[in-house]
């Protein structure tokens, strides 16, 4: 059974930089794509960055354009994302997702089948 770990979310303040990591166990990590969503308090849980199996393809949020890069490393079974110029508005809980591999990023939530429980990134003014 696939599962996902992740982590790397703390406290921090605007303009600063974050790693998150995700950790895929029980598959070969080259089956899946690999996508970082996050859910704020009272918002819809929505997809931040994906990237295919193979790391060709990505996808970002306009949001975060410029600012986040999402990279996998098969050998580890990991996934990054590198969170740079932090804002308050990024504050949210990170989620981790991964589906069967697909040519592009799909972008909606019910569309990925394997989640992590979450990591808390606060980004304070």
């Known amino acids: 059974q696939v599962q996902l770990v992740e982590f790397g979310g703390r406290l921090v303040q605007t303009g600063d930089s974050l790693r998150l990591s995700c950790v895929l166990s029980?598959?070969?990590?080259?089956?899946?794509?690999m996508a970082w969503f996050r859910q704020a308090p009272g918002k819809e849980r929505v997809i931040v960055a994906g990237?295919?199996?193979?790391?060709?393809?990505?996808y970002y949020t306009d949001s975060v354009k410029g600012r986040f890069t999402i990279s996998s490393e098969h050998a580890k079974n990991t996934v990054y994302l590198q969170m740079d110029s932090l804002k308050v508005e990024d504050t949210a809980v990170y989620y981790c997702a991964a589906r069967v591999r697909t040519t592009n990023i799909v972008t909606s939530e019910n569309l990925w089948d394997w989640w992590g429980q979450g990591t808390q990134v606060t980004v304070s003014s």
């Open positions: 990237i295919t199996w193979s790391g060709q393809n990505t």
């Open positions: 029980g598959r070969p990590f080259s089956v899946y794509n």
